[in-house]
């Protein structure tokens, strides 16, 4: 039961796991699946690209049979390695540095670039 | 005068929510997560000063990848100029990967991946983890559709090799691998 509620996310997320071998990546076949895939793709970058996603780490081999090709393999390994960047707290020197360019910006508003 | 209008309080707040992507793209891109973050500290800084180039509500995340990886690249050229200049002390630097251990397939992954021509591994990385389409990615990196996937397929082929993956079974480094990839690596 886990595992296809996994699933699910897994395709409606940015591609997290491909497995199949239609994901878009693979081939010009992907007319069909293609679109729906490339929409709920895009939608899901957008969800997590401006709500700083909190994404569980991903179960690391997938139990239901799993990815039968080796894009799945890769990009389930490439995801590991990114989400493994995206998932840890934004580090405070980024926002100390967005605080500080906005008072810069504020207090000089004249002065030079 | 700046050019540069206070940023509404909604953009400074995508621009916060964009950090983590922004990391992990940076980290799989140069392979080395302290310049990843000067990457990313750069990036900030340069986007937040050219605020007026950008359209709000068009594709913030695109906006500041391209702004990113054209750092990336700009030092990255400069750095090979440098690596030839100094015995390869910097390439030695940007080798080492993260010293934990109990992570052996992660890192095996991360030095195959910095194995990959710069393009192949973005086009990659940017399609493959970051969510975007090939015509976004596409667009960040200034080139063809077919471009972008052509890279990405030879990324893969070229990630498939060093990782000696064949099969569904036959996945996961083994020793052979390691011996192939710590024999590539700079010496």
Not at chain 2, 84 to 96: C, E, F, K, Q
Not at chain 2, 140 to 160: M, P, Y
């Amino acid at each position: 039961m886990d595992d296809s509620v996994r699933k699910k996310q897994g395709t409606a997320r940015a591609r997290v796991v491909p497995t199949r071998s239609h994901d878009g990546l693979s081939s010009g076949r992907d007319a069909g699946g293609g679109d729906r895939l490339r929409s709920e793709q895009t939608s899901a970058s957008v969800v997590s690209l401006n709500s700083s996603r909190k994404s569980r780490p991903r179960a690391s081999v997938r139990k239901d049979g799993g990815p039968s090709n080796v894009e799945g393999h890769i990009g389930k390994q490439l995801k590991a390695v990114y989400d493994d960047v995206l998932n840890q707290p934004i580090p405070d020197r980024f926002l100390d540095l967005l605080t500080q360019l906005e008072t810069k910006t504020g207090s000089k508003e004249s002065g030079d670039q | 005068m700046t050019g540069n209008p206070q940023a509404s309080p909604q953009l400074k707040a995508d621009l916060i929510a964009a950090i983590p992507n922004l990391r992990a793209f940076a980290v799989s891109l140069c392979g080395n997560p302290d310049r990843a973050d000067d990457l990313v500290q750069e990036t900030l800084v340069k986007a937040w000063s050219n605020l007026t180039s950008f359209a709000e509500g068009t594709n913030l995340a695109a906006w500041l990848f391209t702004i990113l990886r054209n750092i990336y690249y700009s030092e990255y050229r400069k750095r090979r100029r440098e690596v030839a200049d100094s015995d390869g002390a910097i390439a030695a630097r940007l080798a080492t990967a993260p010293a934990q251990t109990g992570h052996m397939d992660f890192l095996d992954f991360r030095e195959a991946l910095q194995k990959l021509p710069p393009d192949q591994r973005e086009a990659l990385i940017l399609v493959g983890a970051s969510g975007f389409s090939y015509e976004e990615a596409a667009a960040i990196c200034e080139c063809a559709v077919g471009t972008i996937k052509s890279r990405v397929n030879r990324a893969r082929t070229r990630l498939a090799d060093l990782l000696s993956i064949d099969s569904a079974d036959d996945f996961g480094p083994d020793q052979s691998t390691r011996a192939i990839l710590s024999a590539g690596g700079r010496g």
